[in-house]
């Protein structure tokens, strides 16, 4: 059993405290970790033993809700699922980048979510249930087009990596084109063209400039980039096929 000695140090802010209000670093020093303890649990330790008012969101501790995404070292990923061992026993810890803080690590998810509101994220289709009332089918193949993009959390470790993103918050984001991924390539959905002409206008995926930041911060391992690459494709050709109206200089 090995027992470490680990200093966290830590980004926080209050706003509503006078003197805190600006970010600030904090030091912790946890003794009796184990290699295989995760982050999470150490923050947990660090608010139950020493200073009760760390404020960090999580719900599920195992990589399933996305609510505990922050810079781990200067890396984006989930709390709950980094070990001690995999990030040494110095370990910085911040807010992801790009949202307003909220306090300490908890950032207003809400202009992340109006993206992802803004993609049309759900299944569209008008034509009347199949008469046996069974479900709508489709082959393997036609499935395995959006196989990888229907894992998404919602976490936002992609979006707040993305420099574009940084440099501009009305870039839609990694996210937001991940989940409209997942309906546009969806043989059985009707709103591809929707979504299609929604992401060419000014701040979609041409705001991408395949920086590639977004793809490893993935915590479910998402093919992001590619993802990103079929909409931007599939958008040139519902140009060519006259689906797409939308023409922008950002275009290239
Ligand atoms: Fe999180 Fe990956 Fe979804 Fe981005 S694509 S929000 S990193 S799960
Ligand atoms: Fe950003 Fe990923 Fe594109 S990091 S620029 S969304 S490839
Ligand atoms: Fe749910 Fe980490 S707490 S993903």
Known sequence: MADLTVKFKIRRQNPEIPGKDKPYWQEFTLTGVEPTDRVLEMLHRIKWEQDGTLSLRRSCAHGVCGSDAMRINGVNALAC???IQDVGNEIMVEPIL???VIKDLIVD???FFDHYRSVMPYYVNNDPVPEDGRERLQTQADK???DDTTKCILCACCTTSCPSYWANGKYVGPAAIVQAHRFIFDTRDQAAKERLNILAEENGVWR???IYNCTPACPREIQVT???GEVKL???RGKTD???KVVHAHQH
């Open 98 to 100: 790009g949202l307003p």
């Open 144 to 146: 395995d087009k959006f």
């Open 234 to 236: 599939a958008i040139q």
């Open 208 to 210: 991408c400039r395949t």
């Open 242 to 244: 006259g689906i797409v």
């Open 226 to 228: 590619k993802a990103i």
């Open 81 to 83: 699922k980094v070990l």
């Open 109 to 111: 998810m809400e202009p």
